[in-house]
């Protein structure tokens, strides 16, 4: 069974607003390979006065024409990107809701090692997005894995072309996520998940990212954007999460400090500092509270771990909270569609478990825990991190999946 993880759909970004700097590949030990040397300007391809043309020349809608299904559609998206520079999207349904706008320019896209393109070209904005940018053959455009179709003709003034785009600026705060981002070579907070999530990871100030898997058994190289309200990386021909599936290496990211960021909802801290045990930064689930777990690690045969537990109530109103335990398998505790505050009922395959005895959380309030936990078995094994927790109207429950690797 797949984890139950948070899902974040990633947009495929190729960077270019800014000169690259490639990287080179990986050391044999596994390590993130050092920064390299910026590449030479390469020229103006004549490619871009033909896309700026077509994105200048109509607007833009998520609408499909001739979709008899879309007909009465009413909720889609219209975009009309200005010769001079400028673009706004408005959001089609049934209320009111303000227009987007901004500033947006064309850059040569430039390739996970570092190296500008001169037939693909990305479509930057003043918020930090940048998107891939395709002209399909059946007069569609793609925006990365996005595709508008024409709306409305417009015809811009010819004295305008791609050259004339103007430069654009970040944001501070989006200067600011950068600056944090890419200010040092990163390490996995856990050693769980290894199979789906890199254990290093590099962000580049060329906007490209090297991650290495597996003990470096395993490298990825892509490509990352900040705005100020996401960050996300992908390598679409990447394959180092091996779990089945046809995408590529995706990822998200949140910056907390200077020393801690997110990497796919898990704890990344600098390559320098030392992780004397694994941090689970907060298992996921509702927003109601959060449940956060350092444990013994590495995690061996029949070693005795053990785990530190605290959770949070971030709700307004008073949690009650009942069990926290370990399973080999998803299990409802007899809770599937029940009322709170009812009996729980324990599977049998529950590894280890603590009754917290209905200790009642006010709003603000947190509660600390231990329990301990032995594995008979090596290898890489799936548990279920399960958290009881009861509300005044619902329960609040959460089973979580996750990857551990016991070692001999």
Not at 54 to 67: F, M
Not at 263 to 277: A, F, S, T
Not at 308 to 337: E, H, I, K, P
Not at 382 to 401: K, M, R
Request: net charge neutral.
């Amino acid at each position: 069974m797949k984890p139950n993880r948070l899902l974040v759909l990633v947009i495929l970004i190729l960077p270019a607003c800014q000169r690259a700097v490639p990287t080179q590949g990986p050391s044999p030990e596994g390590r993130l390979p050092p920064p390299g040397v910026a590449p030479p300007p390469a020229g103006h391809a004549p490619a871009a006065d033909k896309i700026f043309q077509a994105l200048t020349g109509h607007t833009w809608s998520t609408r499909e024409p001739g979709n008899q299904r879309q007909r009465f559609l009413v909720d889609y998206h219209v975009t009309k990107f200005q010769a001079d520079g400028t673009w706004s999207t408005q959001h089609i349904t049934d209320y009111q809701i303000p227009a987007r706008t901004g500033k947006w320019n064309l850059q040569r896209s430039v390739s996970a090692d570092g190296q500008e393109s001169g037939k693909e070209w990305c479509l930057c904005r003043d918020n930090g997005l940048r998107q891939r940018i395709r002209l399909n053959t059946d007069g569609s455009l793609a925006l990365s894995s996005t595709k508008l179709y024409p709306d409305q003709p417009r015809w811009p003034d010819p004295k305008w072309s791609a050259k004339t785009l103007p430069a654009l600026a970040l944001p501070p705060e989006v200067e600011r996520i950068n600056e944090r981002l890419t200010a040092h070579d990163w390490k996995r907070a856990n050693d769980l998940d290894l199979r789906s999530e890199p254990m290093q990871i590099r962000f580049s100030p060329d906007w490209t990212y090297f991650a290495t898997y597996r003990g470096g058994t395993c490298t990825s190289r892509g490509t990352w954007y900040a705005t100020a309200e996401q960050i996300g990386a992908a390598n679409p021909a990447g394959r180092c999460d091996d779990r089945p599936g046809t995408g590529g290496d995706q990822l998200t990211a949140e910056v907390i400090d200077d020393r801690r960021i997110l990497v796919n909802g898990d704890l990344y801290v600098p390559e320098e500092e030392p992780v004397k045990r694994g941090i689970i930064w907060t298992l996921f689930g509702f927003r109601e509270r959060t449940v956060r777990i350092e444990y013994d690690m590495p995690i061996r045969r029949n070693v005795p771990i053990r785990l530190d537990v605290t959770v949070t109530n971030v709700a307004d109103q008073n949690l009650t909270l009942d069990r926290f335990s370990l399973t080999r398998g998803y299990s409802s505790y007899g809770r599937d569609g029940g009322t709170t505050g009812q009996a729980l009922v324990l599977p049998e395959d529950e590894i280890t478990g603590v009754d917290l005895e209905r200790v009642e959380l006010a709003p603000g309030k947190s509660h600390s825990f231990a329990l301990s936990a032995s594995f008979s078995q090596a290898g890489v094994q799936t548990l279920y991190f399960n958290a009881l927790i009861s509300g005044t109207t619902q329960n609040w429950d959460t089973h979580e999946a996750r990857q551990v690797t016991v070692r001999e």
